[in-house]
């Protein structure tokens, strides 16, 4: 028979979710009028360490500031309290998973697409944003306006939500502070040295660019699918830590650009000062990236993404072979360069082509296959080329522009002047038909690219977009801008 929930002081502890070194979690309830429930978590601190006077007075400190804390990306803590001496927080259930668990089930059916991890990533800067920046307010009259200087300390994938609807969240603000500071607690508190930064291991004073070191960590064990500084032991694990040699991220995923590896090495320098110095940089930094190389994702992709990883983990764990109807709903976006190409034949004053346009495609399909596109429509006369861009959208932006320049030499000897356009974007590929979802010819950088080439008939040079001009250091001039939507538009450059 199941066993009746636990009442604790005003809920009913319903199940243990977890148990750590300083606190045990549960899943509870609370009721209210007219039988109103709400389910939560209760964060209840363990019996020995509610007999340290530190411990509880910094917990009690640090669990004031959490609860103030009110923001999209940051578990909410409703309440403080204490149940006849057990200290416990009342906080937010996200339905969902840890990202350490996440990724544990990620591992075994592959690395965590790059756009995923920076939107992961993302969302915790702006939790780690809005915490750094906090300052008293008229609760506190004596400081109000001075910062608060909240540092989380504990900043690791246990302490990343992960929701099943792509809802992305910190937890345990306060706690961890509070855990790190009670010197005498350090032998109970296990598990999260290979996330701490330099200065946290040398006992140093902390700021926010602590938390940035470990997110740093979280960012390069995302995006390699390997621990970086976790070591047999403790000590190893920690003098690791000090060091802060950090490996080659793209010796491990050569598909990574060198600009977020340079991103990542920003993060993990070890002297804080050679870091990014606050959270809105970083953020900054990593959402102008996202853009420049088309990483973008959303919540929606995260919660598809997350689903599709459960499902393939079970199925492999159970010997089964996913479903694979559900495989093109739950691709993450990939950042692709397409390029359309067209030839004209001159006007009849001028000499006859020189070339049938049959075997100027049949030139033009080495080329293409030489640079590593893939043709995805053929016509007299005609290619629409998309590269997947594995090796950063700067790589493959300069070889779509490199294949559209020696497709137009070819085109000239034959006698056609050429029409082309090059943009890159975000598409959902699926694994199965190798194209995205029915319409795709009439949707993003495909529609975008067709149009580019048609406009590029009467001057013959090639058409790119900004996105794609900040990507190759070749001369330009900006032809024109067309909008879009409302007041946004795009900028279109001419190569010279």
Not at 98 to 113: E, F, I, Q, S, T
Not at 334 to 348: D, M, T, W
Not at 402 to 407: F, H, K, R, V, Y
Not at 455 to 479: C, D, I, K, W
Request: include cysteine; glycine fraction near 8%.
């Amino acid at each position: 028979m199941p066993q009746a929930p636990e009442v604790f002081g005003k809920y009913h502890l319903l199940e243990k979710i977890a148990t750590g070194g300083m606190a045990e979690v549960f899943r509870a309830r609370s009721y209210g009028m007219a039988g109103f429930e709400k389910i939560l978590v209760i964060k209840r601190i363990l019996d020995h360490l509610g007999q340290d006077e530190e411990f509880v007075t910094l917990f009690i400190d640090e669990a004031r500031i959490a609860v103030r804390l009110i923001h999209v990306n940051i578990v909410q803590v409703f309440e403080l309290g204490e149940v006849e001496g057990a200290y416990y927080m009342a906080m937010e259930y996200v339905h969902g998973l840890d990202l350490a668990r996440l990724v544990n089930r990620a591992n075994k059916v592959g690395p965590v697409p790059v756009p995923i991890a920076c939107f992961v990533i993302i969302e915790a800067l702006k939790a780690l944003q809005f915490a750094h920046e906090r300052v008293y307010g008229e609760e506190v009259p004596e400081q109000e306006g001075d910062p608060m200087n909240i540092v989380h300390c504990d900043i690791s994938p246990q302490n990343i939500l992960i929701s099943f609807s792509g809802e992305v969240k910190i937890t345990d603000f306060g706690i961890s502070r509070a855990s790190f500071q009670a010197d005498e607690q350090h032998d109970v508190i296990r598990g999260k040295y290979a996330y701490m930064s330099p200065e946290q291991v040398e006992g140093k004073v902390l700021d926010g660019r602590s938390d940035l070191f470990s997110l740093g960590i979280v960012f390069y064990e995302l995006l390699t699918g390997r621990r970086l500084f976790k070591a047999r032991s403790r000590d190893e694990t920690l003098a690791r830590v000090k060091r802060a040699e950090v490996p080659s991220a793209r010796g491990f995923r050569p598909e990574l650009s060198e600009d977020l590896e340079d991103l990542l090495l920003r993060s993990l320098a070890r002297r804080p000062e050679h870091r990014f110095q606050d959270a809105g940089e970083m953020l900054d930094a990593l959402s102008a990236l996202v853009v420049r190389e088309g990483h973008r994702a959303n919540n929606n992709d995260l919660a598809s993404y997350m689903k599709a990883t459960i499902e393939a983990a079970t199925a492999r764990a159970s010997g089964e072979r996913p479903a694979r109807k559900q495989a093109g709903r739950t691709m993450p976006p990939s950042a692709v360069v397409v390029l359309a190409v067209e030839a004209a034949p001159p006007p009849r004053s001028i000499a006859a082509p020189r070339t049938p346009l049959k075997a100027l495609n049949e030139e033009w399909s080495s080329i293409v296959h030489d640079s590593g596109g893939e043709v995805w429509e053929r016509e007299e006369g005609s290619l629409l080329v998309v590269w997947v861009a594995r090796g950063g959208l700067r790589e493959t932006v300069s070889r779509a522009v490199q294949t559209s320049l020696a497709l137009q030499q070819v085109t000239l000897r034959a006698g056609y002047r050429l029409s082309a356009g090059v943009a890159p974007g975000v598409a959902r590929i699926s694994p199965d038909s190798k194209r995205p979802a029915d319409g795709w010819e009439l949707a993003g950088p495909f529609y975008l690219a067709r149009w580019m080439m048609n406009l590029s008939a009467h001057r013959g040079r090639v058409l790119l977009t900004e996105v794609g001009r900040r990507q190759v250091s070749r001369r330009s001039s900006l032809l024109g801008r067309i909008p879009i939507q409302g007041n946004r538009y795009i900028n279109l450059y001419e190569l010279g």
